[in-house]
């Protein structure tokens, strides 16, 4: 029997218990997990249901300082950690914990494309593949040993949500080999070569914001990353903040219309000017249309 602690806060944490939690050569001591305080975790997961009728501890680190969360871990002596799906940085402390070792997760093809948002930024810049990839957590973020690693073709109709599931369905497939592994003794490490390796900066505010100067092209990655259930891309309408939810690219090589001026308005989708050809917004939260001829 392989003693777990699990590190989570989101789907794709509830996705991964789904199957650790039900593999009876493993048991799941204890699950450290974070309150959504101010709904800040947009795709966030409870994960009570977890430690219901059970003998594992759930533990919120909203709730406890990190040395007694030190104590408690290396008291329950862990063979491993899983961290999935967990936005934080875990000390070395922690890490260095389990018996075996502490295994991470991060959904891109390492060592290209460490750091934050990896869905996101995967469909606004355009790519045509990622990874779904776990590996031996160290100190510096992403950058461990590589346990097991599956490409993921990213199609142009993908947006976040479609993705993110795509990526749901190969890591638990992932998690069913890695465990096979774990109980045969049988887990290899792969070094990541850091001479390919770049990090993802954090996302803001102003990264969700439409710029009518970018190509049609880049505007509609920009909304298909933003999909439900992250926040939405947005404009800046008469005073007002309206999020746009689904757009369509249209060719249009009119170089004499300036960026941002809306073109048509039909059935409530609105066709507007963008640097390069125009795109359609087919799910928006107008309140009030604009006209035909306003800049947005």
């Known amino acids: 029997m392989k003693k777990i602690i699990f590190f989570g806060c989101v789907i794709s944490s509830k996705k991964a218990l789904d199957v650790i939690s039900t593999n009876e050569n493993l048991s799941i001591e204890a699950i450290i997990t974070k309150k959504n305080t101010n709904n800040k975790i947009s795709d966030y997961s409870c994960l009570e249901s977890y430690v219901k009728n059970s003998s594992t501890k759930l533990i919120y680190i909203n709730d406890i300082l990190e040395d007694d969360m030190v ?12 961290c999935i799906g967990w936005p934080f940085i875990i000390s070395e402390k922690i890490l260095s914990i389990p018996k075996e ?10 060592p290209k494309n460490r750091g934050h948002h990896p869905i996101t ?25 590589i346990i097991n690693q599956k490409i993921i073709k990213i199609n142009e109709d993908d947006t976040s949500n479609s993705l993110y599931k795509k990526i749901i369905s190969i890591m638990q497939l992932q998690i069913d080999e890695i465990i096979d592994d774990i109980l045969n003794d049988s887990v290899e490490f792969t070094e990541q070569n850091d001479s390919l390796s770049n990090k993802w900066r954090k996302r803001n505010y102003e990264d969700g914001r439409i710029d ?29 903040e309206v999020k ?49 001829g306003d800049y947005l």
Not at 246 to 264: A, M, S, Y
């Open 101 to 110: 070792c502490s295994i991470g997760f991060h959904p891109t093809e390492l």
């Open 212 to 240: 009518f100067r970018m190509s049609s092209k880049s505007i509609c990655n920009l909304v298909k990353s933003l999909s439900r259930p992250y926040p939405g891309a947005h404009i800046n309408w008469d005073q007002n």
């Open 71 to 82: 104590k408690i871990i290396r008291d329950l002596s862990p063979d491993y950690i899983f």
């Open 244 to 292: 746009v939810w689904k757009v369509r690219h249209i060719n249009n090589t009119n170089k004499n219309i300036e960026p941002g001026k809306v073109l048509d308005i039909k059935n409530n989708i609105i066709l507007v000017k963008c640097g390069e050809d125009a795109v359609e917004f087919i799910e928006h939260e107008f309140e009030i249309l604009p006209n035909v």
């Open 121 to 145: 930024w995967a469909i606004a810049l355009g790519l045509d593949r990622t990874a779904s990839t776990f590996f031996k957590m160290k100190g510096t973020v992403d950058s461990g040993e």
